[in-house]
Nanobody, 122 residues
Framework: QVQLVESGGGLVQAGGSLRLSCAAS????????MGWFRQAPGKERELVAG????????YYADSVKGRFTISRDNAKNIQYLQMNSLKPEDTAVYYC???????????????WGQGTQVTVSS
């Protein structure tokens, strides 16, 4: 089992940047694929980005390609989401998640953080 804690959310103007971090407990962090989801009010939760256990494969939703970058540091048990050129439509609660299976790119995750709010003002 793994426990996840996000940080780095906040309020930013459109065009600005934020970096989210997700600290994971446990010794098996490197055996999980990791991802970031978001959920805006009245909308379904969506997978924004995912990264394989080794970091060698990544997935991005079309809406964030070229603007967001997911990365991980297995030595520190941390994953990141660098968000650039933020838009008001990126406003949502962002959740860190861990996947034990192979369908992480399809949104199948097992463990979740508590979420961090990102608000982009126009």
């Amino acid at each position: 089992q793994v426990q996840l804690v996000e940080s780095g959310g906040g309020l930013v103007q459109a065009g600005g940047s934020l970096r989210l971090s997700c600290a994971a407990s446990g010794r098996t962090f490197s055996s999980y694929a990791m991802g970031w989801f978001r959920q805006a009010p009245g909308k379904e939760r969506e997978l924004v980005a995912g990264i394989s256990w080794s970091g060698g494969s990544t997935y991005y939703a079309d809406s964030v390609k070229g603007r967001f970058t997911i990365s991980r540091d297995n030595a520190k048990n941390i994953q990141y989401l660098q968000m650039n050129s933020l838009k008001p439509e990126d406003t949502a609660v962002y959740y860190c998640a861990a996947a034990s299976g192979s369908s992480w790119w399809a949104g199948e995750y097992d463990y979740w953080g508590q979420g961090t709010q990102v608000t982009v003002s126009s």
